[in-house]
């Protein structure tokens, strides 16, 4: 189905799964700003910012827009501030970057999505990628298999259980993988979908402000790759 450079992307995920078996590193995630009619994130999404998020909306319950730039972020905190913005209705715009965990647990939880002048929305996997890759990278490390194996297993049924509950189809967050579309290349950093695309998938309202401007022109010289959903019935087989 997918076809990318497995070897780099067997030795990434080998390595964050390694890693959770030490001790948590400290918690650098970005702080939750208050303004008159919106909260703002700019930075790393973690548990920290999702708590943060959780105390303020209940502080402030008639803020329902949140402003957000977010390039890197923990997936499970990502999870569960989409499931807040879900559950408040929360309007969300993009005002820098937005990819991986923030594209596909913020992004697509939210109520209506703005995507001001020249930001970016791009996905590059998610549970569905890392489960399938997990079955490569337990080869490697066949001490550690079923700890590898446990955890991919873990988040991709937190993530078909978040999709469920946002009624978004889950993959979205792979479908640029698919070799009939040939996005995930050593020229490419990630993948966008069209307002038609993202409607059908389950997106509610997107708006993009550069409405003069295509996506591929928005995010910037040929790095992200178009997804065509045309013809979904032949992709993901």
Same mark, same amino acid.
């Given at each position: 189905m997918?076809?990318?450079?497995?070897s780099r992307k067997i030795i990434a995920m080998s390595v964050l799964f390694?890693?959770?078996?030490?001790?948590p590193p400290p918690d650098d995630g970005a702080e939750v700003q208050v303004s008159s009619n919106h909260f703002t994130i700019e930075g790393k999404v973690t548990r920290a910012t999702v708590?943060?998020?959780?105390?303020?909306?209940?502080?402030?319950p008639e803020i329902k827009q949140l402003r957000i730039s977010s390039d890197t972020s923990d997936p499970m905190a990502a999870m569960q501030l989409g499931y807040i913005l879900y559950r408040n209705d929360f309007n969300l715009y993009v005002t820098g970057i937005c990819k991986r965990a923030c594209a596909n647990y913020i992004f697509t939880a939210a109520k209506t999505r703005t995507v001001n002048e $020249?930001? #970016?929305?791009?996905?590059?996997?998610?549970?569905l990628e890392q489960n399938k890759l997990s079955e490569w990278t337990s080869t490697l490390f066949p001490g550690v298999s079923n700890f590898i194996a446990q955890n991919a297993n873990a988040y991709l049924r937190r993530e078909t259980r978040f999709f469920n509950r946002i009624n978004v189809d889950q993959y979205i967050t792979v479908y640029?993988?698919?070799?009939?579309?040939?996005?995930?290349t050593e020229q490419y950093?990630?993948?966008?979908?069209?307002?038609?695309?993202?409607?059908?998938?389950?997106? $509610?309202? #997107?708006?993009?402000?550069?409405?003069?401007s295509n996506m591929a022109q928005m995010v910037g010289q040929g790095r992200y790759c178009q997804v065509d959903l045309s013809n979904r019935l032949l992709l993901i087989n």
């Open positions: 997918r076809q990318y450079f497995l390694l890693a959770a078996c030490s001790s708590e943060q998020l959780d105390n303020l909306v209940g502080q402030y $020249g930001a #970016v929305v791009a996905w590059a996997g998610g549970a640029g993988f698919d070799k009939n579309i040939g996005c995930m950093q990630g993948f966008y979908y069209s307002e038609a695309d993202l409607l059908s998938m389950g997106l $509610g309202p #997107v708006t993009f402000v550069d409405s003069n």
